[in-house]
């Protein structure tokens, strides 16, 4: 791609979205980095570059924003996730549908490349659930997992129909330091750590053999930056790819974390959660991936839980 690179990243203050601001402004410069979200300007550091407030259900302001700062990519994160969705499912079924296909319109119209994050969501209780294959039975039980799984759809409707230059991938549960969980229901791994470090102890919302795919945020966002700076050709995929970071259930966690902290305890009191990730894969099989743009990870687990631990005793203390 080209160097006049100019990135909107809807949904910049979320989880995924602080932390894909970040590294794309380290590449592309801060100007060239517009950060957008429901929240008022006025409230949002501007120190780092450009803010825009912006409700991605808004198309006419969607289509200001991407003609007056001359976009020429689009990362579309806003969305209801799993948790969050299934207490106001006709909301999360508006947010992430319609806003998704206000970018694709524009996507048409303008020409950006445009990058949509689906989920292991999209899976469902009847996905075979070791080394999901990239196409396979999908039959989700949730409403995110159902939005998700139509907006792959749509994605590849709009690549096929009019050549919309889309991208996506199927995240696994992402565990990052630098924001706060955004109600998914493999934020477990993301508290835990925050509990183990201030009480030695965490009480699981999950049971101690729930295996779920998991990836540290810096690989997500690596993923992400790799797969849309990939040549077209390379991109086979238009729906969404597999994307597999490490597999491990919260018991599995907890020892590892216990290597560093030898008095955590953990504990267990599974709620509305262990049916959604009763339903999804414990592991993922992204060789397609890895052979179409050649993705790897870098964190293996004991490396995520160290680098978890390390920085958020920083906050704690």
């Not at 979200?37 to 006419?60: M, W």
């Not at 989700?140 to 907006?151: D, E, M, Q, R």
């Not at 050549?163 to 924001?179: A, C, K, N, T």
């Amino acid at each position: 791609m080209s160097t006049n690179r100019k990135a909107l990243v809807i949904g910049c203050r979320g989880q995924i979205g602080i932390e894909l601001v970040m590294a794309l402004r380290t590449k592309l410069g801060q100007d060239n980095v517009i950060g957008a979200d429901i929240q008022p300007a006025e409230s949002v550091s501007s120190e780092d570059g450009p803010y825009v407030q912006l409700n991605v259900l808004d198309a006419e302001a969607l289509r200001a924003c991407v003609q007056d700062h001359a976009v020429t990519e689009v990362y579309q994160l806003a969305a209801l996730l799993s948790a969050t969705g299934e207490k106001n499912p006709m909301y999360a079924w508006k947010l992430n549908m319609e806003g998704l296909l206000n970018i694709l319109e524009l996507a048409k119209e303008f020409k950006f490349r445009l990058f949509w994050p689906s989920s292991i969501a999209a899976f469902g209780p009847t996905t075979p659930a070791d080394q999901t294959p990239q196409t396979t039975i999908m039959e989700p039980s949730s409403v995110y997992g159902i939005s998700k799984l139509a907006g792959e759809r749509w994605c590849e409707y709009y690549f096929m129909k009019y050549g919309v230059d889309v991208r996506s991938l199927r995240y696994p549960g992402l565990i990052g330091h630098r924001s706060a969980p955004g109600g998914g229901t493999t934020d477990y791994a993301v508290d835990i750590f925050y509990s183990a470090l201030k009480e030695n102890k965490y009480t699981s919302f999950l049971s101690e053999n729930t295996e779920l795919p998991m990836m540290m945020m810096e690989d997500a966002i690596r993923a992400t930056i790799q797969l849309m700076e990939s040549d077209a050709e390379k991109i086979k995929i238009r729906s969404a790819y597999n994307l597999a970071g490490i597999s491990f259930t919260p018991k599995q966690l907890a020892e590892e974390i216990q290597k560093h902290l030898p008095g955590f305890e953990i504990s267990y009191a599974p709620d509305f959660r262990q049916g959604l990730a009763d339903s999804w894969p414990n592991s993922i099989d992204d060789s397609t991936a890895k052979n179409d743009w050649g993705w790897e990870i870098e964190y293996p687990m004991p490396r995520l839980v160290s680098t978890m631990l390390e920085e958020i005793a920083k906050k704690v203390s």
